[in-house]
Nanobody, 124 residues
Framework: QVQLVESGGGLVQAGDSLRLSCATS????????MGWFRQAPGKEREFVAA????????YYADSVKGRFTISRDNAKNTVYLQMNSLKPEDTAAYYC?????????????????WGQGTQVTVSS
């Protein structure tokens, strides 16, 4: 069984930074891509960033471009989301996801495995 475990969320002030981590454990699987999504109360889950595992290509939502950076550590089977210049509108539960085949980076249904989420709250 594949497990994705997020960590690093918390309560910060506007302008602060946080780094989220997503560690993969359990059954070995071939990652095609990893992604980060977020969901605020009453809203749909939205795409934040994605990374093509083998080639390292990255993709970002317009709302986070220039502020967030997705990266990976192959040896640790971990993907990170560095979040800088946080804004109150970034407040949400953040989810890590893994995809084992090509697909649309921005669609949650393209992903095969999901973590439980970590809460990020940004106060003004």
């Amino acid at each position: 069984q594949v497990q994705l475990v997020e960590s690093g969320g918390g309560l910060v002030q506007a302008g602060d930074s946080l780094r989220l981590s997503c560690a993969t454990s359990g059954r070995t699987f071939s990652r095609y891509a990893m992604g980060w999504f977020r969901q605020a109360p009453g809203k749909e889950r939205e795409f934040v960033a994605a990374l093509r595992w083998s080639v390292g290509m990255t993709y970002y939502a317009d709302s986070v471009k220039g502020r967030f950076t997705i990266s990976r550590d192959n040896a640790k089977n971990t993907v990170y989301l560095q979040m800088n210049s946080l804004k109150p509108e970034d407040t949400a539960a953040y989810y890590c996801a893994a995809r084992i085949k090509p697909g649309d980076n921005e669609l949650p249904r393209s992903y095969d495995y999901w973590g439980q989420g970590t809460q990020v709250t940004v106060s003004s």
